[in-house]
Antibody, heavy 124, light 107 residues
Framework: QVQLVESGGGVVQPGGSLRLSCEASGFTFSRYGIYWVRQAPGKGLEWMAF????????YYADSVKGRFTVSRDNSKNILYLQMNSLRAEDTAVYYC?????????????????WGQGTTVTVSS | EIVLTQSPATLSVSPGERATLSCRASQSVGSNLAWYQQKPGQAPRLLIY???TRATGIPASFSGSGSGTEFTLTISGLQSEDFAVYYCQQYNNWPVTFGPGTKVDIK
């Protein structure tokens, strides 16, 4: 069963740091690019970061560039999101999600399988 | 950045009826558009990618169409479990972007 499980959320003060983890199972993790997507309370979906299957490239939303870093350990099937200089507006549920690779090897950069999310609250 | 506009913001539909949701892109995204469904307290679920390809396990009552800048998600014969918020997402250009969502509720 393809599964992603996020962890590491919690309450942190403004300016603080937090590291989220996303543990993968049921698929060949090292073949897939993975997204981080967040959703603030009562709001829509916001893409945060993406890392290619081999970690060779990373992309970030402008709102988190320079503050957040995505990384992965393919030997452990784990994805990370290091969040520094946290702000109140970073309060959200954070999801990780994998892309689709078709049977023809075509990559669709959509969010195919999602984790259940982990909640980050930035508050003093 | 490509901006996606979804309409209507809220769609009230009776069970068994058809729902038609629209997503418009500020510039062409080719066929690189996806649709997601999200229910309260749950993670989103991928419905459609490549504008018209159903994701694994998605029933045929969901269909997507369009290309370029105009896209449509059609839900035929709405069932109780289909009442949710629906988002479109383009992945033709970085940054990938989402639309603001359409809420489908019971009429």
């Amino acid at each position: 069963q393809v599964q992603l499980v996020e962890s590491g959320g919690g309450v942190v003060q403004p300016g603080g740091s937090l590291r989220l983890s996303c543990e993968a199972s049921g698929f060949t993790f090292s073949r897939y690019g993975i997204y981080w997507v967040r959703q603030a309370p009562g709001k829509g979906l916001e893409w945060m970061a993406f890392i290619r299957f081999d970690g060779s490239e990373e992309y970030y939303a402008d709102s988190v560039k320079g503050r957040f870093t995505v990384s992965r350990d393919n030997s452990k099937n784990i994805l990370y999101l290091q969040m520094n200089s946290l702000r109140a507006e970073d309060t959200a549920v954070y999801y990780c999600a994998k892309v689709i690779i078709t049977i023809f090897g075509v990559v669709h950069y959509v969010m195919d399988v999602w984790g259940q999310g982990t909640t980050v609250t930035v508050s003093s | 950045e490509i901006v996606l506009t979804q309409s209507p913001a809220t769609l009230s539909v009776s069970p068994g009826e058809r729902a038609t949701l629209s997503c418009r892109a500020s510039q062409s995204v080719g066929s690189n558009l996806a649709w997601y469904q999200q229910k309260p307290g749950q993670a989103p679920r991928l419905l459609i990618y490549g504008a018209s390809t159903r994701a694994t396990g998605i029933p045929a009552s969901f269909s997507g169409s369009g290309s370029g800048t105009e896209f449509t998600l059609t839900i035929s014969g709405l069932q109780s479990e289909d009442f949710a918020v629906y988002y479109c997402q383009q992945y033709n250009n970085w940054p990938v972007t989402f639309g603001p969502g359409t809420k489908v509720d019971i009429k």
